[in-house]
Each structure stands twice: as structure tokens, then as C-alpha cells.
């Protein structure tokens, strides 16, 4: 009895000593995206939380007061900043833990939406009405260089919110910088055969893929959604798509514009969604890439199949 009473003695200091198990680290990120970049740095340890729900738009979501809380409760918050998520600001301001806005990081490399950047301005049937010229393109992840940048950034904060765990955060952040090697690999391969091929976009928001890649859209199709456009401004949209020949117009799930049929009737011109944000994609360490693959596969698809 005796021994087992000192062997009962030595399990109870080993466990003071040990200590109880920190808690898990909780990481919101506004938007599915950043929440994929997120789980390939946490993989096996925690997993993150998105805000938006699939499909929402990030540039308008109205926050539910279920939603302020999780803001305010989560331990780490990324969002893409307010060229983005402009219902954020305000709420973050009331948080006293970490809150990163993505497109402040330094080492990302940024684009903004130009003059030229609506393919012949001139036309006022071209003009992506949610970029304005000169403002930032913030859909900066679909740029998978910018993607490295935030994962290193997730990983280095949540090394310092869990020490215990830092190994593993840096041997997930080598592995999900590996796998992305040879993701633009097989993008580049995949992507070549129709880096000459025109197509028109109705949302102006893949620009980092496309300059990643090699491509550019030969014009952007859109209209403020509250506005139906006239006969005049149809009449020089469809005048670019004739003269495109066979082409691909793509836009955003989950709508598809009511002016798309009425555009590309009697042209061969295929309608088909590019979807940036990856709304059902599974927040698993290979989310982030599959997001990728999937836009590049897509935008391929399309074009291959004219």
C-alpha cells in the first residue's frame, strides 16, 4: 500500500508540473480565403473560424450581433481592410486583442485599379462600378505570393499566442509553402495553351491571378445592380463581345447577372461563374490551394472547350 500511495504521489507532482493544457488559440478570419490560409497553419492544432457566411458579399455584409461578438471574442482577427470589409472598421475599434488587416503587411505586392484598367474606358458600357480608379485591388490573395506573406504573418502570431506549439506552426507554414511550389507549377503548365484566348469578366477581381499567369481579360462588363441599363449601353457591350469572336464571360456565384443572357444571346459567347472567394470550400490545409486550382481549371475549362 505504501508504494502505491508514493507512486499515486509522483503521478499528482508530474501533472502540477506539467500544468493543464493550454487553451486553443481562437483565430476569425473575415472571409474564406484568409480562413483557408489559416487552417494550413494550424493544421493539427486548431481550427479557424470564418465570419462571412458562402456567397456573402464582403464589400456589404451586415453584421448580426452574433457576429460582433465573435469579433470581439476571437484571440486572433485578420481581415483584408476596409478597401474590403468596409463593415469592420467600426466594430474592430472595440476590440482590445490582435486584429491584422491583411493589406497592411509589407511585403505584400498590391495592385490598383488604373485608368486603362477597364480595357478601352472610353466605353461607358465598360466600368466595374465596386473600382473606382486609383483605389486598391484588394483581392490580393489570389495572388499565391501574397498568400505566403499572410501564412508567415499567421504563423509567427500564433507562435507568440502558443508558444508550445510554435514547431508545429513553422513545419505547417514550410509544407503549405512547398505545396504551393507546385501548385504554380501545375497552374502555369495548365494555364499556358489559352494565355491568347479573350474573356470578359462582369466583376473586376482577379487581376492578381491573372498577372500571376500570364492573362488579361479583354474587358469588363458592369453595371450598378440598382440600375437597369439602357438599350445603347447593351448595344456596345454585345459590339465587344461580336468582335471578340468565340469567348467566355464570366461572373461571381451565386447570381449571375440578369444582363448576361440578354448580352451574349445568338453569339457564341459561353457564360460561366469564377468563383474568387471559394464559398463551400472545406477549411482544410489544402483549402487555399484547391480555391486556386479550381479558378485556374475553371477559367481553363471555358476557353479550351470554344
Given at each position: 500500500m505504501p508504494r502505491l500511495f508514493a507512486i499515486f504521489i509522483a503521478l499528482s507532482a508530474s501533472l502540477l508540473v506539467v500544468g493543464p493544457a493550454q487553451a486553443e488559440v481562437t483565430v476569425l478570419t473575415s472571409i474564406k480565403p484568409l480562413q483557408l490560409i489559416a487552417a494550413a497553419v494550424q493544421e493539427g492544432v486548431g481550427q479557424p473560424e470564418v465570419l462571412l457566411p458562402?456567397?456573402?458579399?464582403?464589400?456589404?455584409?451586415?453584421?448580426?450581433?452574433s457576429d460582433v461578438r465573435r469579433v470581439k471574442d476571437a484571440d486572433l482577427?485578420?481581415?483584408?481592410g476596409p478597401d474590403m470589409e468596409g463593415f469592420l472598421p467600426r466594430v474592430i475599434k472595440t476590440r482590445t486583442k490582435p486584429s491584422?488587416?491583411?493589406?497592411?503587411?509589407?511585403?505584400?505586392?498590391?495592385?490598383?485599379?488604373?485608368?486603362?484598367?477597364?480595357?478601352?474606358?472610353?466605353?461607358?458600357a465598360e466600368h466595374d462600378h465596386d473600382h473606382r480608379p486609383g483605389t486598391l485591388d484588394a483581392h490580393l490573395w489570389l495572388a499565391p505570393d501574397n498568400a505566403r506573406v499572410i501564412a508567415a504573418k499567421m504563423a509567427a502570431d500564433l507562435s507568440q499566442q502558443d508558444p508550445a506549439n510554435a514547431a508545429k506552426y513553422q513545419s505547417n507554414l514550410k509544407a503549405f509553402n512547398?505545396?504551393?511550389?507546385?501548385?504554380?507549377?501545375?497552374?502555369?503548365?495548365?494555364l499556358a495553351g489559352i494565355a491568347d484566348?479573350?474573356?470578359?469578366?462582369?466583376?473586376?477581381?482577379?487581376?492578381?491571378?491573372?498577372?500571376?499567369?500570364?492573362?488579361?481579360?479583354?474587358?469588363?462588363?458592369s453595371v450598378a445592380s440598382e440600375v437597369q441599363p439602357g438599350a445603347q449601353h447593351v448595344a456596345a457591350m454585345r459590339?465587344?463581345?461580336?468582335?471578340?469572336?468565340?469567348?467566355?464571360?464570366?461572373?461571381d456565384p451565386p447570381l449571375r447577372p440578369r444582363l448576361a443572357e440578354t448580352l451574349t444571346a445568338g453569339l457564341p459567347v459561353k457564360l460561366a461563374e469564377l468563383d474568387a472567394l471559394g464559398g463551400y470550400t472545406e477549411a482544410t490545409a489544402?483549402?487555399?490551394?484547391?480555391?486556386?486550382?479550381?479558378?485556374g481549371n475553371d477559367l481553363?475549362?471555358?476557353l479550351e472547350s470554344l
Open positions: 458562402p456567397n456573402a458579399s464582403p464589400h456589404n455584409y451586415a453584421l448580426r450581433p482577427l485578420y481581415w483584408i491584422v488587416s491583411v493589406q497592411t503587411l509589407p511585403e505584400l505586392k498590391l495592385r490598383h485599379f488604373a485608368e486603362d484598367s477597364h480595357s478601352h474606358a472610353e466605353d461607358a512547398q505545396r504551393l511550389d507546385a501548385l504554380d507549377a501545375r497552374l502555369r503548365t495548365r484566348k479573350p474573356f470578359f469578366v462582369f466583376h473586376e477581381g482577379y487581376d492578381y491571378f491573372e498577372s500571376t499567369y500570364g492573362l488579361q481579360h479583354a474587358g469588363t462588363f459590339k465587344r463581345l461580336q468582335e471578340a469572336g468565340k469567348t467566355c464571360v464570366f461572373s489544402q483549402g487555399y490551394e484547391q480555391l486556386l486550382e479550381k479558378l481553363a475549362g471555358c
